[in-house]
């Protein structure tokens, strides 16, 4: 009796994503988040209380020297509050994206040794990342019920401000982390990149320090439209800034395929390279 052999061939030229493929290999990306979360924090004296000290102390030295010593404005709420609402955000973007930065690299050995769909390594970093924001975001509100900030319906806008973020730190990641294969010059750059663009968004300051005249070119960055947003809909100091939030969605939405289809492209050299 003969038996049948299956043959996987890398395919030439641009190569369409099998979504159906990836639903397939689902339970596999839960498993390399939860090994994420798990080589975080093992052996480590604190544990998930990391996840509440890094947010905290940075908003503590942030709320010194811009709210005390430089008067940061803070659009008519307490300083801390205003930083550590932005802080959460931006640190989830940047985790997730110096994470699928190196996500290939660091496993080069399921890369080169075993088939599945690539896709689901950086990708896995954005469920990784979620349960320290998730973690950050529970002190948020408790600090907004100390410092006596209520809550609105815009509230019921979070969800969708986290699912834009977390579309531009993939769509980057994904571009990053195939970059990274070839150019290890990558996994270098990036951090010294996150340090700039946290200063090019209005993490510590409002959009509006710029003036009406360059504040558009704020939008220019997809992080600054989601930060903008956040602040609003938790904070109800303003109107919600929908033009931004928009202009964050889409340019985070052509990252995200643009990377997705160039990922494919250049997926089949990685276990050679890598």
Do not use: C
């Not at 159906?20 to 052996?43: C, G, N, P, T």
């Not at 996994?187 to 005249?213: K, N």
């Not at 340019?251 to 050679?272: M, S």
């Amino acid at each position: 009796m003969e038996r049948e052999s299956v043959v996987i061939e890398a395919r030439k030229g641009w190569v369409p994503v099998d979504f159906r493929e990836l639903w397939k290999f689902r339970e596999l990306l839960y498993f390399l988040a939860w090994r994420d979360i798990k080589v975080k924090y093992k052996q480590t004296a604190l544990g998930v209380v990391w996840a509440v000290l890094q947010p905290v102390l940075a908003m503590l030295v942030f709320s010194i020297v811009f709210g005390r010593f430089a008067s940061m404005p803070s659009e008519g709420v307490p300083y801390p509050i205003f930083v550590l609402t932005g802080l959460l955000l931006w640190n989830y973007f940047a985790a997730v994206l110096a994470q699928s930065t190196t996500s290939l690299v660091t496993g080069a050995n399921l890369v080169s040794k075993v088939y599945f769909p690539r896709l689901i390594i950086p990708a896995s970093s954005a469920i990784a990342a979620l349960i320290d924001f998730l973690i950050g975001f529970m002190v948020l509100i408790v600090m907004m019920l100390w410092y006596g900030v209520g809550f609105t319906t815009g509230v019921l806008l979070a969800p969708v401000i986290i699912g834009v973020t977390l579309i531009n730190a993939v769509g980057f990641g994904i571009w990053f982390s195939a970059l990274n294969v070839r150019y290890r010059d990558v996994q270098y750059a990036v951090p010294f990149l996150i340090q700039i663009w946290m200063f090019a968004s209005p993490v510590i300051y409002p959009a509006s320090l710029l003036g009406e005249r360059w504040s558009w070119l704020m939008y220019l960055n997809p992080m600054s439209g989601v930060i903008e947003a956040i602040r609003p809909a938790m904070l109800a100091n303003r109107p919600i800034p929908w033009e931004g939030l928009a202009i964050s969605g889409g340019i985070g939405l052509v990252v995200f395929l643009a990377g997705v289809f160039y990922f494919r492209r250049v997926e089949r050299h990685f276990a050679d390279v890598i």
